[in-house]
């Protein structure tokens, strides 16, 4: 029996390869699911993210609040911001955080709101504002 305790070889692994192989396997996993998750839809927020956000236009369709949202391009990132319940001052410090110009400011008479009031910003939604771009004020007439 001792003479054949030796003669048989160990068996050869190449661990190397088999960790290459495993990570490989692992990638191709990752992206997989990745393809499957972005074709059913579940990544067009990622994937708006990653890109840096739309610089189209944000919305065909226009609601009333859309006439007193602006939206500001901050890096890429499209933020609204809503006038609709402020006054002059407030409008001014918002448009300082922006870094926004303020351009023109009118009055109209509106039924059903607080004088002195925002009831309009030119541009608003869905066109985007950058810094250093000038925003017209519609106030509510008394």
């Known amino acids: ?16 390869q088999i960790v290459r192989r495993t990570r490989r396997r692992r990638a191709v996993g990752i992206g997989a699911v990745a393809v499957v998750l972005l074709a059913a839809g579940g990544g067009t927020a990622l ?40 006054d002059l001052v407030l409008a001014k410090q918002a448009l300082l955080k922006t870094q926004t110009k303020l351009g023109t400011v009118t009055e109209k008479a509106v039924k059903d709101c607080k ?13 985007i504002v950058k810094s250093g771009d000038s925003v017209n004020l519609t106030l509510c007439a008394s």
Not at 1 to 16: C, I, L, T, V
Not at 65 to 70: E, G, P
């Open 115 to 127: 004088p002195g009031s925002v009831v309009g910003v030119d541009p608003h939604t869905p066109k």
């Open 47 to 86: 994937a708006t993210s990653v890109a840096g956000g739309s610089h189209s236009e944000a919305s065909s369709t226009a609601t009333k609040s859309d006439a007193t949202t602006l939206l500001f391009d901050n890096h890429g990132v499209t933020i609204p911001m809503d006038f609709s319940r402020l």
């Open 1 to 16: 029996m001792k003479r054949y305790a030796n003669s048989a070889e160990a068996p050869d692994f190449d661990a190397p």
